[in-house]
């Protein structure tokens, strides 16, 4: 049965990770039991220079989703890429993670995809349109709920405030890992 697993990766190999797995799929063999890896990512604008600029930004910096039926040598062909830490859950008994929090995780994400065995893949989702932010006072190591985007419902502490770019650097746990994830002021609310 196919499930959805997170890969911990280094963070900032994200790329290379991916085609190391990509490369190791089609050599070993593994294009019936590994369908799909993907990066979640998102589009955010930015103003840099009195200009708009569009830039992708991972939602989970140092970590792949792998979708694929677990078996000894599959899970041996994801475990053995370069780059790859380990499974999300146990060394010996990766968790697959529940459809709910994969289809949160990508909700409103541009994905790179690719696609081992099955239908051609490409780009999926496109990112919500962006609101004018809402200018607001927050302070370092205050806790805020994400309240749009892939990471909707995550609550976690501000690290860092980008005034000029009304951007937050939020301490978000995921998969019991504290990731630093960059939301708009409009993307938060404050927890009571």
């Known amino acids: ?8 990766t280094y963070s900032g190999h ?32 930015e103003m840099k220079d009195n200009q708009k600029v569009e830039k992708e930004v991972r939602t989970m910096p140092g ?15 994801v475990k053995g890429t370069p780059g790859v830490t380990g499974f999300v859950g146990s060394q010996t008994d990766p968790v697959p993670l529940a459809q709910s929090e994969v289809d949160r ?46 990471l909707s419902d995550f609550s976690g502490e501000i690290a860092e405030i980008n005034e000029d770019a009304h951007k937050l650097k939020v301490l978000v746990s995921i998969f019991g890992r504290e990731t630093p994830v ?6 938060v609310k404050k927890v009571s």
């Open 63 to 77: 970590y792949l989703l792998v979708n694929m039926e677990l078996n000894e040598d599959s899970w041996g062909v």
């Open 105 to 150: 995780l990508l909700a409103n994400a541009d994905l790179q995809v690719s696609v081992g065995a099955g239908a051609g893949g490409g780009a999926g989702g496109g990112a919500a349109s962006r609101q004018t932010p809402v200018v607001a006072a927050f302070s370092i190591g205050e806790t805020v709920k994400v309240v749009s985007g892939p």
């Open 14 to 45: 994200e790329n290379k990770v991916k085609q190391n797995l990509e490369h190791r799929v089609v050599s070993m063999n593994q294009k019936t039991a590994i369908r799909r890896i993907v990066i979640p990512t998102e589009t955010v604008t």
């Open 1 to 8: 049965m196919f499930s959805w697993y997170a890969i911990n």
């Open 182 to 187: 960059e939301v708009g002021y409009d993307q």
